[in-house]
């Protein structure tokens, strides 16, 4: 289900992002795409601390996941293309990364609306941290750890 990312990907990955409903539902500003290229190349697949990983369902990709550090923390995400939604794979797939992903405690951020998101951390074990946040660009978030 895991691969590494090659290039190819980067331009599903982009027309992931940039769906209306994919964007209202993580509160995230989606990038324009030169800014998101420069993005995934100088600082996601140029970050050789992080753990970058394409998700493929039937030789197609459904998506991506990644892990990086910041704040003296190591965070994970993933984003699913709409087409792969309520099938349970965003759940396969961190199951598949966190067995990858040796580095405890992991942490995550998730709109409040995000509810499919919020399942998925759950499901593998990560517990919800405090109230809610506001995150960049106030967005109400919250924050799951996943321990050792």
């Known amino acids: 289900m895991l691969r590494d990312v090659i290039e190819q990907d980067l331009q599903i990955f982009f027309e992931h992002q940039y769906d209306p409903e994919a964007h209202r539902m993580a509160a995230f500003r989606p990038r324009e795409h030169e800014e998101f290229m420069v993005h995934w190349r100088t600082k996601i697949l140029g970050d050789p601390a992080g753990r970058k990983r394409t998700i493929v369902i039937d030789g197609c990709v459904?998506?991506?996941?990644?892990s990086w550090d910041a704040d003296g923390r190591r965070f994970v995400?993933?984003?699913?293309?709409?087409?792969?939604?309520?099938?349970?794979?965003a759940t396969a797939a961190l199951s598949e990364f966190l067995c990858e992903e040796p580095i405890r405690p992991l942490w995550a951020y998730v709109a409040v609306q995000n509810r499919g998101s919020i399942r998925v951390l759950q499901k593998c074990g990560f517990r919800q941290i405090g109230d809610i946040e506001l995150g960049s660009g106030e967005v109400e978030e919250y924050c799951f750890q996943l321990d050792a």
């Open 77 to 89: 995400g993933y984003w699913i293309g709409r087409e792969y939604w309520g099938r349970g794979i």
């Open 62 to 66: 459904a998506g991506n996941i990644c």
